[in-house]
């Protein structure tokens, strides 16, 4: 397969996934707004820090407000991580790739595409209900992207590194999101545990759709410390770091033919080295470490993994 | 919704012999449309519309800015033509490509045709489209011209002429396939009854033409489509027909020359590529031999596709024919070479290079088409009867100072197709350009791309211009 295409289509599902996320931040907060106590201050700016652009959104918007954040987050062309632009980066990488993605999945981008675009000119973005719709929309055809694509396309090397960019980004969210209960400021230190404590928990496993697989799971309890657990380390949770970083793994080693547990490209190395720490770490061991610190330094090491798939498959320097 | 308020006009139309008398083998279409509401084919029409739009049949436009996506406007009334007709043109077509084909393998070769003196020679070292570094090619199977697009209309008294071949990357063909896909849904019923050419199989036709290219001992070869990349104009082109063929759409920086074959970078290291379909003009596939500023096409590809390590279609060098002026000796080649009458007419042409059609021209600069004879989509054109005296002035001065550079033809009268304006039927101009693929055997893809022109009364058809399309019928025996 041509590296530019794989390249393309790794970063078209990237952008897919991130698009959802986004989503899925703006839209926890807003739920969390509708139950918090009035009187409480709304916390936006925490939202724009897990992004990792919060200097970006300074220099251009200043305060951290509802629509400001929103306005950012959703449909301001100009930052590139915004939802309208993840669309646009999405709808050019499969646009250059049509030949190779089956015509469904290019139609289900181009009408994502369209429909955010749609959205985001009519100005109808302004009141809660339809903010709250348009982020069910987005979530949903992301959905049904990937869908689309596990049921029309062949599952070959192009379908991996498909996977490999949509579990990536999935992971480095899914711990995203865990952060910001980091930087969400409770009033003060006896409402730890308290009743708002723990609607935020369940706001948090909610944007990750984990709240009634994490019920299910046996514990019942919404406790700090098991929410993290089944965020970073469940084995069968989709949206779990450990499941993606296993998944993406796998698909990693279909493409290169070798075994799991052997290695010969660096990106290999790199990843299967993250999925052994996973497979071997307790939540104890985190709390040890502290969940920001352990969530921060796996983050650079995702980063790292994405650097080194570049470097092995889709770098194009000329050849001497 | 009807058709008796039709006014076919002064004109050629395609569907109508008169006002309110349909051509025998429209009758069933025309029927089908009488029947509905006017509602009704208001719906149609927008359904055939947004089916493309999500489909996402679209052409680049570079004028605003950064190369904006536009749908290419499609009407629903298609253009018929019977099987005789077909089978006229489709012979002379077939001549037509041969006495081509037979021309540019001449040229770049033993110049019997100059020597003889059919053709004024310095009118080709003259044109732009004659490339020193092919001559002595031999291209697999002596063919030159595997995909041609050539464009035809017809004038008042129904007569087709042949308006230009485009013999280095003719585009429209993608519209062809997805019209037809639209169409078929559009008008289930009149596809059912009447027996109508089908059009689906020209992807295999191309691939087939291609493979053939292949050296005979490769039993696997690697065929590529070459793109200039998603900005260029005919983008949504090029990946279709790379979908429809089941090959790799690559761009220049996909490629590599090395160990003396084209290769392109995979995942998995090099890999050789056999043949190349390329959507690139000639003077920008090696920057090495052409425009050393081009950074689209592949350095060193030259001198792999002499060494015969490489093929390519169509070949380079055919835009020799695409020259307006070269044009003009077509029939002369026909007779040439095959020593046939032509089957097909041009549209008379006037040379400005030989001064006494530089003189007839300039007199009469207000009823002639004036055409560059390098550019295409309907760049660099005078039409005379639209025209004003400035603009008549400037033209007659840079066709006194560059005289080879020019043509010009009479306007001619194109004939005209029914098209949906909001609640009634109009006439609109069209042309017609039917695609060729030489390969074996000479294959025509029955019927071909018909545009239209939607602002009223206007000629010009081009997609760059504001034109449209419609599907085109060729109906069997």
Request: aromatic share 10%; net charge negative; with cysteine.
């Amino acid at each position: 397969m041509l590296s530019r295409v794989a390249d393309s289509i790794y970063w078209l599902n990237r952008y897919v996934e991130r698009a959802e996320n986004v989503a899925r931040f703006v839209d926890v907060n807003l739920n969390l707004l509708l139950d918090s106590p009035t009187g409480m201050a709304q916390q936006w700016e925490p939202i724009v820090l897990t992004t990792g652009d919060l200097p970006v959104f300074k220099e251009r918007y200043g305060t951290a407000t509802a629509d400001n954040v929103i306005q950012f987050l959703t449909v301001d062309g100009d930052y590139p991580n915004s939802i309208l632009s993840c669309l646009r980066a999405a709808r050019e990488n499969a646009r250059s790739v049509r030949e190779v993605i089956s015509s469904e999945m290019w139609q289900q981008v181009n009408s994502f595409y369209l429909m955010v675009t749609e959205a985001a000119q009519s100005g109808t973005l302004r009141d809660l209900s339809s903010l709250l719709r348009f982020f069910e929309e987005v979530k949903m055809a992301s959905h049904l992207f990937a869908g689309v694509m596990n049921a029309t396309m062949t599952h070959n090397e192009g379908w991996h590194f498909g996977q490999i960019g949509r579990l990536l980004e999935r992971a480095d969210k899914t711990a995203r999101i865990l952060d910001v209960k980091y930087f969400i400021l409770l009033p003060s230190v006896k409402d730890v545990g308290s009743t708002l404590d723990e609607l935020q928990w369940i706001a948090l496993l909610k944007s990750a759709s984990a709240y009634e697989m994490y019920r299910k799971r046996g514990l019942h309890r919404i406790t700090p410390m098991d929410v993290a657990e089944f965020l970073i380390l469940e084995q069968e949770f989709p949206r779990s770091i450990r499941f993606c970083v296993m998944q993406a793994e796998r698909s990693l080693h279909q493409i290169t033919g070798t075994r799991i547990g052997t290695w010969q490209t660096p990106v290999e190395r790199a990843l299967g080295r993250l999925r052994t720490d996973l497979d071997y770490l307790t939540i104890e061991d985190i709390f040890e470490k502290g969940l920001h610190e352990f969530l921060d330094d796996l983050q650079s090491r995702m980063n790292e993994v994405g650097k080194k798939t570049f470097e092995t498959f889709f770098a194009l320097e000329a050849v001497s | 919704m009807q058709f008796n308020d039709y006014e076919p006009g002064d004109f050629y139309d395609e569907l109508f012999v008169a006002r309110g008398q349909p051509r025998p083998e429209a009758v069933p279409l025309i029927d089908r449309i009488n029947s509905l509401s006017v509602e009704e084919v208001q719906r149609r029409q927008q359904a055939a519309q947004i089916a493309l739009f999500k489909m996402g049949v679209t052409f680049n436009v570079y004028s605003d800015g950064q190369g904006t996506e536009r749908i290419f406007p499609f009407d629903i009334i298609p253009r018929i033509v019977s099987a005789q007709e077909w089978e006229t043109l489709e012979q002379g077509l077939k001549q037509r490509i041969y006495a081509l084909n037979l021309f540019i393998g001449d040229v770049y070769g033993e110049q019997k045709i100059l020597r003889d003196s059919v053709i004024p020679a310095e009118l080709i070292f003259s044109a732009t489209g004659f490339l020193k570094p092919c001559i002595g090619l031999e291209p697999p199977g002596g063919i030159w011209c595997h995909i041609t697009g050539t464009d035809l209309v017809r004038d008042r008294d129904g007569r087709w002429y042949v308006l230009e071949d485009n013999l280095r990357c003719p585009s429209g063909v993608s519209y062809v396939l997805e019209n037809r896909r639209v169409m078929k849904s559009t008008f289930p019923l009149v596809f059912n009854t009447m027996a109508i050419q089908p059009v689906e199989d020209y992807s295999s036709h191309l691939l087939e033409t291609l493979l053939n290219l292949a050296p005979e001992h490769l039993s696997d070869p690697t065929v590529v489509v070459l793109t200039p990349g998603i900005y260029n104009s005919a983008y949504f082109e090029h990946s279709f027909l790379a979908q429809q063929m089941g090959v790799e759409l690559v761009e220049g920086r996909d490629l590599v020359v090395q160990d003396g074959y084209l290769q392109m970078r995979t995942t998995k290291g090099l890999q050789r590529v056999d043949v190349v379909y390329r959507r690139i003009d000639d003077d920008f596939i090696d920057p090495l031999a052409f425009r050393a500023d081009s950074l689209l096409g592949v350095p060193g590809l030259m001198d792999v596709y002499r060494s015969g390590r490489v093929a390519i279609a169509n070949a380079l060098g055919t835009g020799v024919a695409d020259d307006k002026v070269i044009y003009s000796y077509v029939p002369q080649m026909i007779r040439y070479y095959l020593n046939e009458e032509p089957i097909l007419s041009n549209v008379p042409t006037y040379l400005c290079w030989e001064p006494q059609q530089q003189k007839h021209v300039l007199a009469n600069l207000d009823s002639l088409v004036v055409k560059a004879a390098n550019e295409s989509g309907g760049y660099g054109m005078l039409v005379g009867p639209h025209a004003t005296q400035q603009q008549r002035e400037e033209f007659a001065e840079r066709i006194k100072a560059t005289p080879r550079n020019y043509i010009a033809q009479p306007t001619l009268c194109l004939s005209r197709v029914p098209t949906l304006f909001e609640n009634h039927f109009e006439g609109c101009h069209v042309d017609l350009r039917p695609y060729i693929l030489y390969g074996k055997q000479i294959y025509i893809n029955p019927g071909g791309l018909t545009r239209v022109a939607l602002r009223k009364g206007s000629l010009v058809v081009n997609s760059s211009q504001g034109g449209g399309s419609k599907d085109t019928w060729v109906v069997c025996k």
